[in-house]
């Protein structure tokens, strides 16, 4: 054998029992030792389950071996049990339910979850048989696919239990009970989308707790440095003259300022009030208007009036005026036409043209002479009464024309309502509600009347999930006990006893902290009202404040050039305090970071250790074993792990045959014995309905005899 051949299967054999000396505690099965000679090197798959399966909030404590070594019961359970973390209506245990009925809602599951089987298993028949009985290649992907995606399938699972719609017949949704009940569902449905819309948008919108804390603490620290800074300034202006007294015509005067500010800001809300109350009164008046003029003219015969002169209009419109216009327009079509047809005319066509017409006119106006020459004395009151119908006959025109227009003016003013009436409701304005608009009203009321009975169902569903919180909060608070006591053991095992009570008592100082902000907020409420309560003291004071003012009038040029010195110093001072809180605040974080980094390199030192430690005493064994297994001495090579496993797997394969002989026997003898079986118990039936018979005929024999003596007859119950 070639050197080297020879050192790779020394090297290979010395792998092997390292990897079963790493797993000494666990007792491997036949078909898994197998698997060690077979193919030493896991599957990334089967290793990514093992990982997810043993962070939370599982807790398995898994390695391969165990995980692999599972039976089909136990991984549909542990399938069972994902599924239920991803869900919790599938938590059950699977010993309780038939095999059919665990693999329907698994797969129903699975199909709300929008699971796809891998590209091996395209028959669902296939997949279905295989999550009956537990097989691995089935249950190792769908485990792989859930675990990876696992905050993913949560919220869709939950939304599943709200979006999922129920599919009703077409001829059980003509009854009108059932299609307002189906409107109502889908209205709830579309309510739900909308919320849960609002409710990510708000989780996404930036805004986090952290921030607003550091905000909260940013914030105390510039309260901090305000009260000192105003320390110090009462402390230098305590030497000032009269400096209570100017310090408090100083409040008063910055009191009357905020005052006037917030006195200035009513006046403008209360116009602004006026100003839409006006608009109000305006449009109010304008519909009164309206209404009276409808109750003026409301009687039948009133309407009815108003009804046939508009019929009247209507058909003259139609029978007259819009037959001769439309007479007069097609024949000037015409004419436009055959001018458009006609070839191009010059300036001498047009006045030949000119002159026909001029001529044509003259012979018109001589028939017309001869003509009333002729029927003068006959046709004379005719003419007047042809005249006067032209007249009127005009007139009638004219009129109509002014009415249709005062129809379109009217039609125009009322879209300009309607545009003005839009612009003032944009404007918050109020309407008087009329029929239409009270049908409306109504219909709304009833629309919010079932969004509330929806909210009230919906608060029944929130009180019922509420018990089965309280009751998960009864289980974690009994977790929590337990995880605290092994927290304990861990603490005083790694010698840092009490960094969770420590910790704990951070939590609380924060809450007492929280306290006493709320409390500060009250306070500031009183402070609140004693202000309003100091405003009216110095409303009532103000006029003995006149004389007050004249002297600070003197001192205000005092203020002033003092005001200027202390916005130098102020400004002087500020940036010193900027500098000096810059460096300290970078001194603090390289401190903490350098901190920080020891601890993390004194814990890597230790882990580092331990497992150089672990790793000697597995080298050692693992040297050991290879002395054993290379020795000359054959006594020392039956010590050897790998002939202890080899015989334990003869043994386990002769005990294997052994089984397998006797289920042989078994199913030979099954059939003769269940038929002997079920004639014992036919045997047994027979005896027990002869006893029965037997035990009857006995009572009837004893109850109900005759006994004659003497003559007598005697019925003896």
Same mark, same amino acid.
């Given at each position: 054998?070639?050197?080297?051949?020879?050192?790779?299967?020394?090297?290979?054999?010395?792998?092997?029992?390292?990897?079963?000396?790493?797993?000494?505690?666990?007792?491997?099965?036949?078909?898994?030792?197998?698997?060690?000679?077979?193919?030493?090197?896991?599957?990334?798959?089967?290793?990514?389950?093992?990982?997810?399966?043993?962070?939370?909030?599982?807790?398995?404590?898994?390695?391969?071996?165990?995980?692999?070594?599972?039976?089909?019961?136990?991984?549909?359970?542990?399938?069972?049990?994902?599924?239920?973390?991803?869900?919790?209506?599938?938590?059950?245990?699977?010993?309780?339910?038939?095999?059919?009925?665990?693999?329907?809602?698994?797969?129903?599951?699975?199909?709300?979850?929008?699971?796809?089987?891998?590209?091996?298993?395209?028959?669902?028949?296939?997949?279905?048989?295989?999550?009956?009985?537990?097989?691995?290649?089935?249950?190792?992907?769908?485990?792989?696919?859930?675990? +990876?995606?696992?905050?993913?399938?949560?919220?869709?699972?939950?939304?599943?239990?709200?979006?999922?719609?129920?599919?009703?017949?077409?001829?059980?949704? +003509?009854?009108?009970?059932?299609?307002?009940?189906?409107?109502?569902?889908?209205?709830?449905?579309?309510?739900?989308?909308?919320?849960?819309?609002?409710?990510?948008?708000?989780?996404?919108?930036?805004?986090?707790?952290?921030?607003?804390?550091?905000?909260?603490?940013?914030?105390?620290?510039?309260?901090?440095?305000?009260?000192?800074?105003?320390?110090?300034?009462?402390?230098?202006?305590?030497?000032?003259?009269?400096?209570?007294?100017?310090?408090?015509?100083?409040?008063?005067?910055?009191?009357?300022?905020?005052?006037?500010?917030?006195?200035?800001?009513?006046?403008?809300?209360?116009?602004?009030?006026?100003?839409?109350?006006?608009?109000?009164?305006?449009?109010?008046?304008?519909?009164?208007?309206?209404?009276?003029?409808?109750?003026?003219?409301?009687?039948?015969?009133?309407?009815?009036?108003?009804?046939?002169?508009?019929?009247?209009?209507?058909?003259?419109?139609?029978?007259?005026?819009?037959?001769?216009?439309?007479?007069?327009?097609?024949?000037?079509?015409?004419?436009?036409?055959?001018?458009?047809?006609?070839?191009?005319?010059?300036?001498?066509?047009?006045?030949?043209?000119?002159?026909?017409?001029?001529?044509?006119?003259?012979?018109?106006?001589?028939?017309?002479?001869?003509?009333?020459?002729?029927?003068?004395?006959?046709?004379?009151?005719?003419?007047?009464?042809?005249?006067?119908?032209?007249?009127?006959?005009?007139?009638?025109?004219?009129?109509?024309?002014?009415?249709?227009?005062?129809?379109?003016?009217?039609?125009?003013?009322?879209?300009?309502?309607?545009?003005?009436?839009?612009?003032?409701? #944009?404007?918050?304005?109020?309407?008087?509600?009329?029929?239409?608009?009270?049908?409306?009203?109504?219909?709304?009321?009833?629309?919010?009347?079932?969004?509330?009975?929806?909210?009230?169902?919906?608060?029944?569903?929130?009180?019922?999930?509420?018990?089965?919180?309280?009751?998960?909060?009864?289980?974690?608070?009994?977790?929590?006990?337990?995880? +605290?006591?092994?927290?304990?053991?861990?603490?005083?095992?790694?010698?840092?006893?009490?960094?969770?009570?420590?910790?704990?008592?951070?939590?609380?100082?924060?809450?007492?902290?929280?306290?006493?902000?709320?409390?500060?907020?009250?306070?500031?409420?009183?402070?609140?009202?004693?202000?309003?309560?100091?405003?009216?003291?110095?409303?009532?004071?103000?006029?003995?404040?006149?004389?007050?003012?004249?002297?600070?009038?003197?001192?205000?040029?005092?203020?002033?050039?003092?005001?200027?010195?202390?916005?130098?110093?102020?400004?002087?001072?500020?940036?010193?305090?900027?500098?000096?809180?810059?460096?300290?605040?970078?001194?603090?974080?390289?401190?903490?970071?350098?901190?920080?980094?020891?601890?993390? #390199?004194?814990?890597?030192?230790?882990?580092?250790?331990?497992?150089?430690?672990?790793?000697?005493?597995?080298?050692?064994?693992?040297?050991?074993?290879?002395?054993?297994?290379?020795?000359?001495?054959?006594?020392?090579?039956?010590?050897?792990?790998?002939?202890?496993?080899?015989?334990?797997?003869?043994?386990?394969?002769?005990?294997?045959?052994?089984?397998?002989?006797?289920?042989?026997?078994?199913?030979?003898?099954?059939?003769?014995?269940?038929?002997?079986?079920?004639?014992?118990?036919?045997?047994?039936?027979?005896?027990?309905?002869?006893?029965?018979?037997?035990?009857? +005929?006995?009572?009837?024999?004893?109850?109900?005899?005759?006994?004659?003596?003497?003559?007598?007859?005697?019925?003896?119950?």
């Amino acid at each position: 054998m070639h050197p080297s051949q020879e050192f790779y299967g020394i090297q290979r054999f010395t792998d092997f029992i390292t990897s079963v000396l790493l797993c000494e505690s666990f007792p491997l099965p036949l078909f898994l030792l197998q698997d060690c000679f077979q193919d030493p090197i896991m599957s990334d798959q089967i290793k990514s389950i093992v990982e997810k399966l043993n962070k939370e909030p599982f807790k398995k404590n898994y390695n391969l071996i165990t995980f692999d070594s599972l039976e089909s019961m136990q991984l549909l359970q542990l399938l069972n049990d994902v599924l239920g973390e991803i869900d919790p209506k599938h938590v059950v245990d699977i010993r309780e339910e038939m095999p059919e009925q665990t693999a329907k809602r698994m797969l129903s599951l699975l199909g709300i979850l929008k699971y796809k089987p891998p590209g091996s298993i395209t028959d669902l028949s296939t997949f279905r048989q295989g999550l009956v009985i537990g097989s691995k290649p089935v249950i190792h992907p769908v485990l792989h696919w859930l675990l +990876q995606r696992t905050n993913e399938l949560k919220k869709r699972a939950y939304l599943a239990r709200f979006l999922i719609k129920l599919e009703v017949p077409a001829e059980f949704l +003509q009854d009108d009970t059932v299609a307002d009940t189906n409107k109502q569902y889908e209205d709830l449905m579309e309510a739900f989308k909308n919320l849960h819309k609002e409710c990510e948008q708000l989780k996404t919108s930036g805004f986090s707790t952290a921030e607003i804390r550091r905000d909260i603490t940013a914030m105390e620290e510039e309260k901090d440095q305000l009260i000192k800074r105003v320390e110090r300034l009462k402390k230098r202006v305590e030497t000032v003259q009269n400096h209570q007294r100017m310090l408090e015509i100083a409040r008063q005067l910055r009191v009357e300022k905020e005052r006037e500010e917030s006195l200035a800001q009513q006046k403008q809300e209360q116009k602004n009030q006026l100003f839409h109350a006006e608009q109000r009164l305006q449009r109010v008046q304008l519909q009164l208007k309206d209404m009276q003029h409808a109750v003026v003219d409301s009687k039948p015969e009133s309407l009815m009036k108003r009804l046939e002169e508009e019929i009247k209009f209507n058909s003259y419109l139609c029978s007259e005026k819009f037959p001769r216009e439309l007479d007069s327009k097609k024949q000037s079509l015409y004419f436009l036409q055959k001018v458009v047809s006609e070839p191009a005319m010059g300036q001498s066509d047009l006045n030949e043209l000119e002159t026909k017409i001029n001529e044509v006119n003259a012979q018109i106006n001589q028939l017309i002479e001869k003509r009333m020459m002729k029927y003068e004395p006959i046709d004379s009151k005719f003419s007047m009464y042809r005249q006067q119908a032209s007249i009127i006959s005009r007139k009638k025109e004219a009129k109509a024309e002014e009415l249709q227009a005062a129809k379109e003016e009217m039609s125009n003013m009322e879209r300009q309502m309607l545009q003005k009436a839009n612009q003032a409701r #944009e404007l918050d304005g109020t309407e008087v509600l009329k029929g239409d608009e009270f049908k409306r009203y109504v219909n709304k009321l009833r629309s919010k009347n079932t969004f509330y009975k929806k909210k009230r169902l919906e608060i029944a569903e929130i009180t019922a999930e509420y018990g089965i919180l309280q009751r998960t909060e009864e289980l974690l608070k009994q977790r929590h006990e337990a995880i +605290q006591q092994q927290l304990q053991a861990i603490e005083d095992k790694k010698g840092i006893s009490g960094y969770s009570y420590t910790q704990e008592e951070l939590e609380r100082v924060s809450a007492a902290k929280s306290e006493m902000d709320e409390m500060k907020g009250r306070t500031l409420d009183n402070m609140s009202e004693m202000v309003k309560k100091l405003n009216a003291m110095v409303a009532d004071k103000k006029s003995s404040l006149a004389p007050i003012i004249k002297e600070l009038r003197q001192l205000r040029q005092n203020c002033q050039e003092l005001t200027q010195e202390c916005d130098g110093k102020k400004v002087q001072y500020d940036s010193c305090a900027a500098g000096l809180e810059s460096n300290r605040s970078t001194l603090e974080q390289e401190v903490k970071g350098l901190r920080e980094e020891c601890i993390q #390199e004194e814990s890597c030192y230790h882990h580092t250790n331990c497992m150089k430690k672990n790793l000697e005493v597995q080298l050692q064994r693992a040297k050991d074993e290879m002395k054993t297994y290379v020795s000359p001495d054959p006594q020392d090579r039956r010590k050897a792990i790998r002939e202890q496993y080899t015989r334990m797997i003869l043994e386990q394969e002769n005990l294997g045959k052994k089984l397998r002989e006797k289920q042989k026997a078994v199913r030979e003898s099954h059939g003769p014995n269940m038929k002997q079986a079920k004639m014992w118990r036919d045997f047994e039936q027979l005896m027990e309905c002869k006893r029965e018979c037997f035990l009857k +005929q006995q009572n009837q024999i004893s109850v109900g005899q005759v006994i004659q003596e003497g003559g007598e007859d005697r019925l003896v119950l």
